[in-house]
């Protein structure tokens, strides 16, 4: 516990994570029995659970599916095999929401890489207020997110917010879809940059000073440090803030919702799928949908792990 | 020397006031707006006028408001004790014993963290009404399972894996008795994770939207942020803008509260196991 106790600039010591202590490798089979027995009596419950919130309501979903399902006449529910899916995938509304939520995953996780690095360095070598701080960038990621959206809605709001008075009178840019884009982009950034930023300290911390001094010996500048040894060094640490905030970035809804409902165009497939389900009342659609934003949700993660293997989630277990 | 010593603390302080004002504006913004009058509200002024408690009056008049805070507050803390609960006795197994299968609950947890909550509304919406526990806490709880529990199995098992765990052995060459030894030495270097992660549980279970205007129906389970999105105006044509912010400041408070107090520890609680390679 004590290294949790530091600031996190201090860097852990280097055996807290190899010296993952079993129990004597001499004890007897019955005893490394039982531990094993223990092991999963402890565990089971939570795999129980899991299993029963997360792997059974998605199996019902492609059974869902699968099916002609709309709750207006639950009567006429009948098995109409992947006509859902076809209906889905060849629909603009599926692929307009697609392009929608891909843009604004790509687009906000790189402004919150660049924000969050610049975040981190302050953080990191800031020499006054480090606790202050570190305590506000805490506070727009704990926050609520309906409220910090409804704080972006209200500042852009004509007539109430201080940032629409920036524009020229009668402009409404939440009714427009670029304006309305950006401004979805700009609220989802300032929500979870503070995130990026506490992934990257931590990854920052890893950096040996001793290094950086050596490196400034021999006349290397703050950019070279940078790219040279700070990045190359941080690289599992960026790649697992990337993923974290690609995944959450592709599922973006509460700030949709607040700021546009999902109109002109700036619907993502989380909205898409909670309109189906929700105005249209349309179970099989919905569910077809929900286990194609699934499916794509595996796909980044699949493409993380496959491209940069190393820092998949997990990979802090192996040893 | 000196002066370049001065030239570059005022660059760092005008570095930390700029990241001070972008991380707090937007939360100062809408708790100012909360405390102006209707009159004053579209005055576009940062600090407010004329202080006003008025809106907060007017959402703790209605039972709508406090329904939700209550059920807010119920649900999130009921989830968190069962989360943390279930996640304390598998993340010991996982730092503690040697037994198969402990990487893979690791992974799974953490593929199941990031799953996407739509995914799990369409289902859980039919699963719930054909059971009945639609709009109920429980219909919310359950759900809230499916972030929350690998949540904590992920954060706990980081924490415990740092525990000096010999530290038992030795109280119990010392005499302890296992119970004692547990309770000294084990249960106190424990305490701060389990807390941790208890904080980090809540904070996301009373951050939760998606679920909240899904699965209910009604003020029996609806929670904050979701009733805030349904507020409608005293008068069918004023717009609810200062209920809003006031409900908004409200619902933001524990968790400033909590950030304020718990700021370092909820830190080393988000980034751990993440980047340690």
């Known amino acids: 516990m004590s290294t949790r106790a ?33 092991g999963w009596l402890l565990c089971a419950p939570a795999v129980v659970v899991m299993i029963a919130v997360t792997a059974y309501p998605i199996g019902y979903a492609v059974y869902l599916s699968l099916q002609r399902y709309d709750l207006r006449f639950p009567g006429r529910a009948e098995f109409v095999g992947l006509s859902n899916y076809g209906a889905v995938l060849s629909s603009p509304f599926w692929w307009d929401a697609f392009w929608v939520t891909l843009f604004i995953t790509a687009v906000s996780v790189a402004i919150e890489l660049v924000l969050g690095m610049g975040l981190a360095l302050v ?47 009668g402009e409404a840019p939440l009714t427009e879809q670029w304006p309305a884009l950006w401004l979805i982009i700009l609220a989802e950034v300032w929500k979870t940059t503070p995130f990026m930023a506490l992934l990257l300290l931590a990854g920052l911390a890893l950096v040996p000073e001793e290094t950086l ?17 700070m990045l190359p060094l941080m690289k599992p640490a960026i790649l697992v803030a990337l993923l974290f905030r690609t995944l959450d970035a592709f599922r973006i809804f509460d700030n949709i919702y607040v700021l546009t409902a999902g109109a002109q165009g700036t619907g993502s497939l989380s909205i898409l799928g909670y309109d189906n389900l929700f105005t249209a009342l349309n179970l099989g659609i919905g569910s077809a949908i929900s286990v194609l934003i699934f499916i794509c949700v595996g796909i980044i993660a699949f493409t993380f792990v496959k491209l940069f293997g190393a820092a998949a989630p997990g990979a802090e277990v192996k040893r | 020397m000196a002066a370049v010593g001065k030239t570059h603390a005022a660059r760092w302080g005008v570095l930390n006031v700029v990241v001070v004002l972008y991380a707090l504006f937007p939360v100062w913004w809408i708790a100012a707006l909360s405390f102006k009058d209707p009159g004053t509200l579209t ?65 799974m947890s953490l593929l199941i963290a990031m799953f996407p909550p739509i995914s799990l509304v369409s289902p859980l919406f039919n699963i719930e009404r054909i059971i009945g526990i639609f709009d109920t806490w429980i219909g919310l709880i359950i759900p809230y399972m499916t972030f929350s529990l690998p949540l904590a199995i992920y954060t706990l098992s980081a924490f415990f894996r ?21 309770r000294l030495v084990i249960a106190p270097l424990a305490a701060p994770g389990v807390f941790t992660t208890a904080i980090l549980v809540f904070i996301f279970c009373w951050n939760d939207f998606l679920f909240a205007i899904s699965l209910t129906s009604t003020e029996s389970a609806r929670t904050v942020p979701a009733a805030i999105a349904f507020f409608t105006g005293s008068s069918q044509f004023q717009q609810p803008t200062g209920s809003i912010a006031a409900a908004a400041v409200v619902i933001t408070i524990p968790i400033i509260v909590f950030v304020l107090l718990f700021q370092r520890r909820i830190v080393a609680g988000l980034t751990s196991g993440a980047v340690k390679g």
Do not use: C
């Not at chain 1, 001094?213 to 040894?229: C, E, L, N, P, S």
């Not at chain 2, 943390?84 to 037994?99: C, D, K, P, Q, S």
């Open chain 1, 123 to 169: 953080m990191h070598r800031t020499i006054f207020w480090r606790g202050v701080i570190r305590t506000s960038v805490l506070v727009p990621y704990g926050i609520v997110t309906v409220v910090a959206a409804f704080s972006w809605q209200y500042a852009w709001t004509p007539d109430l917010g201080y940032l629409a008075e920036l524009l020229p009178s």
């Open chain 1, 213 to 229: 001094k050596a490196a400034m010996v021999d006349g290397a500048t703050a950019w070279q440090r940078f790219t040279k040894i």
């Open chain 1, 6 to 38: 530091q600031p996190a600039g201090t860097p852990p010591p280097p055996e807290a994570e190899t010296e993952q202590r079993g129990p004597d490798r001499a004890a007897l089979s019955a005893g490394a029995r039982q531990e094993r027995r223990l």
């Open chain 2, 162 to 182: 740092e525990i000096p765990w010999d530290l038992e052995k030795a109280a119990k060459v010392d005499g302890a008795t296992p119970v004692q030894a547990f």
């Open chain 2, 43 to 107: 005055d576009g002024d940062y600090i407010p006028r004329d202080w006003t408690w008025e809106n907060y009056r007017g959402i703790f008049e209605t039972a709508e408001f406090t329904r939700a805070l209550i059920n807010s507050i119920g649900i999130a803390l009921i989830a968190t004790v069962i989360a943390v609960a279930l996640g304390t006795m598998a993340a010991y197994a996982v730092a503690r014993l040697r037994f198969p299968g402990k990487r893979v609950l690791i992974g």
